[in-house]
């Protein structure tokens, strides 16, 4: 499956449901993609991802971990329920999952 550059995330406005649901979709696609190139990081639903975010935190320092990567941001310390954290979560998750494209050739 065909997976649309992490890049345009930056682009979701904040407190737009329909964008954020697009989001959750393909990000959710990505994580199973990565998990397949990475098999020891587990998979998990990241629908409620405002609450989860040191979950997510835990799954993209696995990530880098397994691809011998130095860690990411900690994603864990951006309140996407904000506007000024969706911002600088939307930029820097975009960043670490075209790095992580860049490092499993997706």
Known sequence: MALISPLLWQAIPFGL??????FLGQHDLW?????????????V?????????DVHDD???AL??????SPPPDFSLYDIRQRSGW???SQSHALEHERLRAATGI
């Open 31 to 43: 994580h199973r993609t990565l998990a397949a190139k990475a098999p020891a990081v587990q998979i």
């Open 59 to 61: 799954i993209h320092t």
């Open 45 to 53: 639903n990241l629908d409620q991802l405002p609450e989860i975010m």
């Open 87 to 89: 911002v600088l979560f």
């Open 64 to 69: 880098a971990r397994a691809l011998h990567l």
């Open 17 to 22: 449901p329909e964008g954020m649901l697009d």
